[in-house]
């Protein structure tokens, strides 16, 4: 079997569903001939099935040993947080989970300091994101966040309204937060070629239904656990596998990524922007849309910004004017 690499690949939570089907799928893309399974519960039994799987190129490692995990590790996903339960919202998993990414990006500085890329997908996201990447001393380019999801969302629902193929939807896109202030832009959004707005203006999708479809993209998390009695984990582990495979040098990841900004206009923050994956990591650009849309993107910042700041609150992380000290690359 031809891989895209043979570095290092380690999945971070890996005995538990999302980790396990990452596991499954970057097997299946062929991405590396050398991946670890990491958790703080076993992960054995993620590999056994792995190996019984009958992918027999590859060396499947399985430890509950940050050291053992860590060292050597050239790629990063890790989905090793408190999953969501039914009732609870992203920002309420805040404070347990931004310690578990503060112990990651610790690790990730002792154990491997040269990591090529690090994804980060258990919520909320954007801070998890932030505090990993602080504590790593990693360049900004070299963690992203899972945001594409809220995309995909977006798409699938258009998708169904029009009875069409989701990809005859092209143009979607969410940026900001990957939560319920996140930012929905559709003014790019076509449908069979067919600008979503003139679809709008002709009745197909009336004002109301457009704007009852944004609050459910925003709130499809939620849905999932509504429909499954669990929180989704098949599509954020496949699009994180999609986002490491693109810095690995393969297919380009077709969604936005939660990135590290810091311009004249957002400060210090992880957020969904307009950007590309490749080998020299995630670069950006500013989203562009109508004026309500980046009142909305500027909305979804505010809101991020006020979670940062809570962080320096608890004690997670110190004043922003600090960060340097932490990682001069910030």
């Not at 097997?27 to 590999?47: H, K, N, Q, R, W």
């Not at 602080?134 to 998708?159: E, F, H, N």
């Not at 590290?260 to 849309?289: E, F, H």
Request: hydrophobic content about 40%; aromatic content about 6%.
């Amino acid at each position: 079997m031809a891989f895209l690499t043979n570095d290092k690949l380690v999945i971070v939570g890996a005995a538990g569903m999302i980790g396990s089907n990452m596991v499954q799928t970057a097997l299946m893309m062929g991405l590396t001939s050398d991946i670890c399974l990491y958790d703080v519960f076993s992960p054995e039994g993620v590999a056994e099935e792995m190996r019984q799987s009958g992918f027999g190129d590859v060396n499947i490692v399985a430890t509950t040993d940050a050291a053992e995990a860590f060292t050597n590790a050239k790629y990063i996903i890790s989905s090793g947080g408190a999953p969501r339960k039914a009732g609870m919202t992203r920002e309420d998993l805040l404070k347990g989970n931004c310690e578990i990414a503060e112990g990651l990006g610790k690790d990730i500085k002792k154990y491997c300091p040269d990591v090529k890329h690090v994804v980060i997908i258990f919520n909320p996201a954007d801070l998890t994101g932030l505090v990993t990447l602080l504590y790593s001393g990693l360049k900004p380019s070299q963690v992203t966040t899972l945001a594409g999801l809220d995309s995909t969302r977006l798409q699938s629902a258009l998708a169904k309204h029009f009875g069409v193929m989701q990809s005859k939807v092209t143009g979607c896109a969410t940026y900001g937060g990957h939560g319920e202030q996140m930012a929905v832009f559709g003014s790019q959004v076509k449908i069979d070629g067919k600008p979503l707005n003139d679809l709008i203006s002709e009745g197909k999708l009336t004002h109301a239904q457009w704007e009852q479809m944004k609050t459910d993209v925003t709130k499809g998390g939620a849905k999932i656990i509504e429909l499954r009695g669990r929180s989704s984990f098949q599509s954020p582990s496949y699009l994180s596998v999609e986002m490491i495979r693109s810095v690995m040098g393969g297919e380009a990841f077709r969604w936005p990524a939660g990135t590290y900004v810091k311009n004249d206009k957002y400060q210090s923050i992880m957020m969904a922007m307009d950007t590309t994956l490749d080998t020299n990591g995630c670069t950006y650009r500013m989203p562009v849309g109508t004026a309500e849309e980046m009142d909305k993107l500027d909305a979804s910042y505010h809101h991020l910004c006020e979670m940062r700041d809570e962080l320096v609150t608890l004690g997670i992380v110190p004043p922003v004017a600090e960060w340097s000290k932490l990682n001069p690359n910030l």
